[in-house]
């Protein structure tokens, strides 16, 4: 595909996608559900996140909703079915989204309740609008929450208010989840704000944003200690050649006064090596 276009990463009923400027923008459509999501579109989930991940055109990803809102959450009429079959299906749809190497930006307007909320809480960055309103309404049906992803809420708001929003099934208006620090930037228009956020994020080295989620999320971190030092630091050899690489650009582009021009790629990260357009050359 080219950088800026339109194609629909799987073909199924319920999301459309278009790439601008490098940011990929996946839209939540079901407006007469209020974007509730059915079980065909959690499923399809982790593979348009693979997808976007694969393709080194993409540099940041928005996901919003159409028509106003965000996501009511999943279709009530699915939900009829084994709890296992149930966590499955949401963790892994919401832990692709929390881990895609690609960073992902929640676009917020009107509804963004459930699994809405959970998504949103999945994505690195959260934008919301005025007037949004948030919640978990499980208390309200019966339905137990996946671990993962009730814990990933918790790691958000805090232990205490994931309890509140939990057991109480309340709807939370949008000055309570910006005091909470749920958003990051409040925006009259999120999406064109989200837009903007992801140029810049384009513009920016993907080893270091990747590098950083993978600390965050324990994929990396200090190998084990010797007698003589509680810690040893020894990355991957392929990650400090990428990382003397990608260094060597960013301190050329420092001095000259000029923006970076970053070589390496999230599929570098995937295939554990150095840029391929820097790489030596094999004897």
Known sequence: MTVDGTYRP???????????????TLVIDRPEKRNAISRPMWRALPEIIAGIDADDSIGALVITGAAGHF????????????????????STAEAAVANAR???IAAITGNCVGGGTEIAAACDIRISAPGSIFGV????LGLVYPPGPTRRLATVLGDSWARYLLVTASIVKFDQMRELGFFHEVSEAPLESAQAM???IVGLSRLSQIGSKAVLAGDL??????????TA??????????????IARGQEAFF??????????GTDWAEGSIPRSSAPEKP
């Open 137 to 140: 309404t499980a208390a309200k």
């Open 10 to 24: 799987v073909d199924l009923e319920g999301f459309d996608f278009t790439v601008t400027g490098g940011v990929g």
């Open 233 to 246: 630091f020894n990355p991957p050899q392929w990650l400090d050649e990428a990382y003397q690489d990608e």
């Open 102 to 104: 690609t960073t992902t």
């Open 198 to 200: 992801g140029e810049k």
């Open 256 to 265: 000259a006064k000029r923006p970076p021009e970053f070589g390496f790629r």
């Open 71 to 90: 996501s009511a959450g999943s279709d009530i009429a699915d939900l009829n079915v084994a709890l296992a079959d149930f966590w499955e299906l949401n």
């Open 221 to 230: 971190m200090e190998t084990a200690g010797t007698p003589d030092a509680d």
